[in-house]
């Protein structure tokens, strides 16, 4: 059985490849390597277990490569079909896409921002469980390295040691700099002073030892240097940590201030192409020409309504993953970039409820309008509830596990496919949908601004 070591050395070339944005060549570089590892990750056999865990793990073994691949071209995972890999990632999304997109929209938001280590931990279980079957197998033996030289089987065995170490570090950092914090809030004992005293000579007789006043100054003044050392190590040290905390706000504000940017612009596209397609379905509907016969044109729309609400989910396992190590302040501050979030995902899908009312006022015969209106209220309704919530923000468990398990009813499946729109309207009766409710209206103190 072969086996691969990685080292210390090849992760770190790898992350400074990705926040360095050259992973072209690091691949390159590598390329060797990586390549003899896919073979022997594909001759691998994946159990039936967990569908979303066999699935994942079957893409992992399948498009390793792709996998890099995609860091610096994206768009490797839509290319057309002409091989077994592409097949697979066709069925793959066709039969399994509700149950692992957020793998995909996980995967694609932190290539564009160079956030690997949050993908890393949300998925290195599904990568933990194709190495341990490539082992259990006998086809290829990954081994993981520490800082300090150790190996472990698995990612996640060597990240908590890592972690284990790094908290060890901390705690002793604290230890210190609360020993520093007590040599200058408080005087030192007089039992310290006795002790910066020359050594006593011990002799049968005492003997009286008097000191000139040139060594007591000298005494005084050498203490006196010793606490200025100590005095301004610390302020140094408390100097730089905060330039590294006043850095990192200046980050987050500027991804928070860019994000809102790119979500107010998507607002005023999506406000763009809406109005297009409206026009041409009125068009297609005037001519009396069937839906079935435009069903790519639908298609298209309906996937661009999941586009809002895939994003949601991607900030939402985000937020899931930060809030534990994050304060108070940086939560609260999350928490708003979330509800806005879900604020335009929430206005989009009423958007588009109120142009298909219309349309069905018009077009009474059209079925599949009140289906695709019916969904729509219903997933809309969802997030309007989830608004209501977040504006109830608590920093304790008990509102992040609310907000934990309403996420889990937020699926951007719930708008239907073509597919599932003709075998609907096949078997539904037009009395099921004669009356469809609107979309829930928020009751709660934020509001709610439509981007034009």
Known sequence: MKKFLLTLEFQKSFMDALENGSMKNWYENNEETLTKISECLKAIDIPE????????????????????????????????????IEEFKQKFMETVESKVSDFFSLFKCNINFKKWPKFYSSYSSYFDNVIRLARNQGKLDIVVETEDKNQYNTLTDAKAHTHQVNIAKEENMKDQQKEKSQVLSQPLPKREYDQTEPQK????????????????????????????????????????????????????????????????EDMRQFRKESAMRIQMFLNCIQLRI???????????????????????????????????????????????????SVQIAYVILTYEFENLVNLSYRYEDKLFLKVIQYFISQLATKLCFMMEELDEYEQNEEFFNKIKEMSKNIDAMDIPTTSKLRVICSSASPDDYEHVDPPKIPNYSCVITEVY
């Open 290 to 340: 069937r839906w079935e016969e435009q069903e790519q044109e639908w298609g298209d729309w309906l996937k661009s309504l999941r586009v809002p609400i895939v994003r949601v989910k991607t900030i939402l396992l985000e937020f899931e993953y930060q809030r534990k190590h994050n304060d108070e302040e940086e939560n609260k501050s999350d928490i708003m970039y979330l509800q806005k």
């Open 201 to 264: 000579i011990e002799r049968d007789v005492p003997v009286m030892v008097q000191r000139s006043s040139s060594e007591d100054s000298s005494a005084s003044l050498s203490f006196s240097a010793k606490i200025n050392d100590r005095n301004e190590e610390f302020q140094r040290e408390l100097n730089a940590q905060n330039e590294k905390f006043a850095e990192e706000l200046r980050k987050m504000r500027e991804k928070r201030e860019r994000l809102n940017r790119e979500a107010e």
């Open 49 to 84: 277990t967990n569908k979303k865990e066999e699935e994942i793990s079957k893409l992992i073994k399948n498009s390793f490569l792709l996998l890099f691949r995609a860091f610096w071209d994206p768009g490797v995972f839509q290319l057309k079909k002409r091989s077994v």
